[in-house]
């Protein structure tokens, strides 16, 4: 069965600086896709950033991007800049590529310092 | 944003109860999913339904049952609520599995006595 594991329950960063989140999985599959997901207070599940397993080139979206190691089954989360709003709680989740459930880790919670 | 609605948004019951959670989409998506979301342990899947009155069960489905009779409507039933399952409950939709993301409704708060 595959794992997802967030290991830092907590991470502050002083805003405008740069900060990663970590994220580790163990699966046996060679094909998967994996997301972050930011939830707000609101609580609110949205959608960072997601990246395919087939592909080599890391997944960028504005601030947020990943360093994807397939070979270390590692999968972190880097937000540049931080800003205010960036504070959140942060979920890494795995999926097969055969489809099927969302697998997430346990989650880092992420405050901002201004 | 993509429409999905769940009812109530938050519930205290007691424990023994019947408990009934609705997720409503108007995205006319395949998959919806029921997750419950508690400390320490992100997001689980308790139930999924891949069409109409296809569904199965998640990695802790024990003490929920599930019912898709129409496209837009997952609802997620407790059969007898007991107090481990005071959680934030979400329902998520999407429409083809692989790299589609899944798309999340507001949670529910569900807290039972």
């Known amino acids: 069965a595959q794992t997802v594991t967030q290991s830092q329950p907590e991470m502050s960063v002083q805003e405008a600086e740069t900060v990663t989140l970590s994220c580790t999985y163990d699966t046996s599959e060679s094909d998967y896709y994996l997301f972050w997901y930011k939830q707000p207070p609101s609580r609110q599940m949205i959608l960072v950033i997601r990246?395919?397993?087939?592909?080599?080139q890391n997944a960028t979206e504005n601030r947020f991007s990943v360093n994807f190691q397939k070979a270390a089954k590692s999968f972190s989360l880097k937000i540049s800049d931080s800003q205010l709003g960036d504070a959140a709680m942060y979920f890494c989740?795995?999926?097969?590529?055969?489809?099927?459930?969302?697998?997430f880790g346990q989650g880092t919670e992420l405050s901002v310092k201004p | 944003d993509a429409g999905i609605t769940q009812s109530p948004r938050h519930k205290v019951t007691e424990t023994g109860t019947p408990v009934t959670l609705r997720c409503h989409q108007t995205e006319n998506h395949r998959y919806m999913y029921w997750y419950r979301q508690d400390p320490g342990h992100g997001l689980r899947l308790i139930h999924y339904s891949y069409g109409v009155k296809d569904t199965d069960k998640g990695e802790v489905s024990d003490g929920y049952s599930v019912s898709r009779s129409k496209t837009e409507d997952f609802l997620l039933t407790l059969e007898s609520a007991t107090s481990s399952q005071t959680s934030v409950y979400f329902c998520?939709?999407?429409?083809?599995?692989?790299?589609?993301?899944?798309?999340f409704g507001d949670g529910t708060r569900l807290s039972i006595l």
């Open positions: 990246q395919e397993a087939y592909k080599q």
């Open positions: 989740a795995y999926r097969s590529a055969f489809g099927g459930k969302l697998i």
């Open positions: 998520a939709i999407n429409d083809r599995e692989g790299n589609q993301p899944q798309h």
